[in-house]
């Protein structure tokens, strides 16, 4: 199978880095990239395809305040509606549109389950959701076979240097200090990588697949468990500085999966310690080099 992947490659953070991430593919026969804007480029340039993985957005919660929204409404409203329109006249096997556990912002209850109503948090939350609302809008007129998939915080090799296991675990490996927003005991519900990949594969090839789903690890931790792990793993003390906990961040979240269970069939298949301690080597190898 042929794969064509599209990237932009923004500043948000070192463009090089993103480019080193796609070393291994680009080495691969069947892979080739498309180096375009999806919220301007001709969208022609796509090929005819049996399934849209579309992954592409301005990520970050922080940075989506103030000046910057201009992106994040270009990047993750704009150009998902160019995209949905370049493909709602296609045979498509699947369109699988990678959401945020970011739109329920402080649920109602936990775990959080699909029916409960949206209320992000901070504006990227919104643009997420908007994302998601335009899918559904095309999967009912257009028929456009539509999966949305609500991410609650992957991790893992090769995850973005501004999120916090990476950061913690540069600072740990640097024994510099780790900034930690609020009071620790904030958690989330995290998502080994391989698992989100998982989800998506599974997304496009079960027949029951349509509508949302959350895509959940299993594995809900305080942040200050995490570091713990983490200090595990590497064989380091953490020093730690506290800082306010920060506008849009939510104090918990939790995934009720039972959904994706059921008609995906589902199971997260890496617990939180092997994928922290699976993180904590690949940015020790990126940072420190190898062992001695």
Not at 23 to 46: N, P
Not at 185 to 197: E, L, M
Request: with cysteine.
């Amino acid at each position: 199978m042929a794969v064509t992947g599209v990237d932009c490659f923004t500043d948000y953070y070192d463009p090089a880095l993103k480019r080193a991430n796609l070393r291994a593919a680009l080495a691969h026969q069947r892979f080739r990239l498309l180096e375009l804007d999806l919220g301007t480029a001709d969208l022609a340039a796509l090929p005819a395809v049996q399934v849209v993985f579309h992954q592409a957005a301005q990520a970050g919660v922080r940075s989506s305040w103030g000046r910057d929204f201009a992106s994040y409404a270009h990047h993750n409203v704009l150009a998902t509606q160019r995209l949905l329109e370049r493909y709602r006249g296609a045979a498509l096997e699947r369109f699988v549109y990678a959401s945020s556990s970011s739109v329920y912002g402080e649920a109602e209850r936990y775990p959080t389950d699909e029916a409960m109503l949206p209320r992000p948090l901070s504006p990227y939350g919104v643009t997420k959701l908007a994302g998601e609302h335009l899918a559904l809008l095309y999967a009912r007129n257009f028929r456009l076979p539509v999966v949305a998939l609500r991410y609650f915080t992957v991790y893992g090799p090769r995850q973005r240097p501004d999120m916090a296991f990476h950061r913690f675990c540069r600072a740990l490996l640097a024994r510099e200090p780790i900034t930690v927003y609020g009071d620790g005991r904030q958690s989330r519900d995290f998502t080994f990588v391989a698992d989100a990949i998982e989800g998506n594969l599974r997304a496009w090839r079960s027949p029951r697949a349509e509508g949302v789903y959350n895509l959940g690890g299993g594995s809900q931790v305080e942040v200050l468990e995490a570091i713990a792990i983490l200090e595990e793993a590497l064989e380091v003390k953490a020093t730690l500085t506290f800082e306010p906990r920060q506008p849009g961040d939510p104090l918990r979240t939790r995934a009720d999966a039972s959904r994706i269970r059921a008609d995906l069939g589902f199971v997260p298949a890496t617990d939180i310690r092997l994928g922290l301690a699976t993180e904590a080597e690949w940015v020790r190898r990126q940072h420190a080099g190898p062992r001695s």
